[in-house]
């Protein structure tokens, strides 16, 4: 939505570190995203603000946009299978093309300019100490407000529902998903848990990307537990054997649960794999 603030803040870092080229990893069923960065993009060159020496100071900075299908970034956009990559050397060491590289969210690009302008002290304004700044989520599922929100770190998840999302659709709250599928579930007794990484990491959930779907009484958990495992499943890269056969087992497990054909030994296998 605001695409000139991403190339705002990689070219400051660019011009950091002595980067020369700059990637943009979008999913491929995002083409709003894409159309809009390009325009954005295009407009940039057209100032003078990208491409070969940049406004006449000798520097050039050329960005492309890569789109896949969102995993194992690196290996991806140098057009391979997309499987991740042993560690060390680390990524600014040896990382796309073999190429010393700085990777980060989009986010964090984003909050480069406005710390610039305004200030280290102006951002830790923002949310909890060693949680400074804000977050964006996605706010979906049974809820009354949905779609995308950026709030202070910290900001409770009673807060983000129920003022912002104003209040579960249709019945009374039961859990929220957060952090994507690799991520955990919180309940009503953590509603008024501070939405930060330090503190969801003790309910043994993730903030991840910042997705939030909200989910009524109705909601049958082992469904959820099952669709997720499902989507786990099917993004498996298949490099490893226990992710590639065991959320295969997993998710078979949950199937036969779901349809009333499970046994006790199936939870304690499900724990074990897990």
Known sequence: GE????????????????????????????????????????????????????????????????QGA????TT?????????????????????FDKPTVLNNVETFCNVPPIILNGAKWYQGFGPENNHGTKAFALTGNVNNTGLIE?????????VIFDIGGGVKGGDFKAVQIGGPS???????????PLDFDQVK???????SGGLVVMDESTCMVDVAKFF???????????????????????????????????MEDLDMLESLS
């Open 3 to 66: 695409p000139h603030r991403v190339i705002e803040g990689m070219l400051i870092a660019a011009i950091a570190t002595g980067a020369r080229h700059g990637y943009i990893y979008v999913r491929a069923e995002y083409p709003l995203a894409v159309e809009r960065l390009q325009t954005a993009i295009d407009k940039a060159i057209d100032k003078g603000l990208l491409g070969k020496n940049i406004l006449g100071s000798g520097f050039d900075f050329d960005l492309h946009i890569s």
């Open 70 to 73: 969102g995993s194992a970034l």
């Open 76 to 96: 991806s956009i140098e057009g391979n299978r997309g499987m991740p990559r042993v560690k060390p050397p680390r990524t600014v060491e040896h990382g796309l």
């Open 151 to 159: 709030v202070p770190m910290g900001t409770t998840l009673r807060e």
């Open 183 to 193: 991520g955990g579930c919180l309940v009503e007794e953590n509603l008024d848990v």
């Open 202 to 208: 003790k309910y043994n959930a993730i903030i991840g």
């Open 229 to 263: 495992m499902g989507f786990t499943q099917r993004e498996s890269c298949g490099k490893c054997v226990p992710c590639r056969e065991g959320t295969k087992r997993m998710l078979e497990i949950l199937e036969r649960i779901v349809e009333n054909e499970g046994s």
